[in-house]
């Protein structure tokens, strides 16, 4: 993608941390076993995906079949558990992490407040890992209709803290939630980010969208969320509200204990 004019978009893929949990310690599905995180990114090389680091996906000169993975949090399951895994596949990746809560745990999400989180250390063994490692902000806070401070806190600090850390400007943003609006994407733009991720809800370069990938998936789900039309399938969904309990209960979930 460059920086001046638009260009194809890959796929970009958003995962958040990788490890066997059960339901009742992981209730949003976020942590993904390392076997199924291996068969998912297996099967992308299998079917001739092309694997982007963020340095070739701002580029734009890629393939048409090309994915960006990325790991929202920053959790230590994914130096411990994941990292494994890209390595033995050679496979790039982008990790978001959040700079005000370094060794800290998930206190943002109370119904599974202790996930530990990677410290200055861990985000240095991702780097060193290959990895790039770019901002989610500093607290997890929701940037749609944030006030200034907590705007330039969570970009111009938080970035600025993670610089420290890597030694690299942050090139990338991804909003805590997906959440964003017009004045989150002009103060993504104004601290010097290049790009920023959402989830479902894209508005350009400083809100591109991402496919959630979880604890859920069976390969057949997976195979769906990789396919270019999913978006609208699932636009269409969320439109008519008994198609998306029929499509789950057709494709089917992966089991948790």
Known sequence: MSHSAPTRRP???????????????????????????????????DRGWTPLTLDRCLSGDFPRRSVLVTFD????????????????????????????????????????????????????????AGLDVECHG????????????????NLVDAAAALADITGKRARAF???????????????????FEIAFSVHDGARRYAVPRVDINATE?????????????????????????LRPALHSLIGCAHRP
């Open 11 to 45: 796929l970009v893929l958003m995962y958040h941390g990788v490890g066997k949990r059960p339901a009742h310690q992981d209730p949003f599905c976020l942590f993904v076993p390392p076997d199924m995180l291996h068969r998912q990114l297996r099967r992308l090389l």
């Open 73 to 128: 949090d920053g959790y230590q399951g994914l130096l411990d558990e994941g990292v494994p895994v890209l390595r033995e596949l050679g496979f790039p990746a982008t990790a978001f992490v959040l700079t005000g809560v370094l060794g800290g745990t998930s206190t943002w999400m109370t119904d599974m407040p202790d996930e530990p989180l990677l410290d200055a250390d861990g985000i240095r063994a991702l780097a060193a």
């Open 138 to 153: 500093w607290d997890h806070s929701d940037l749609a209709n944030a006030d200034d401070g907590t705007l330039a806190r």
């Open 174 to 192: 991804a909003y805590p939630y997906g959440a964003h609006d017009a004045a989150a994407r002009k103060a993504v733009a104004a601290a010097g």
């Open 218 to 242: 069976v390969d057949a789900s997976f195979r769906l969320k990789t396919w270019r039309g999913y978006p609208a399938v699932r636009r269409m969904s969320g439109a008519v509200p008994r």
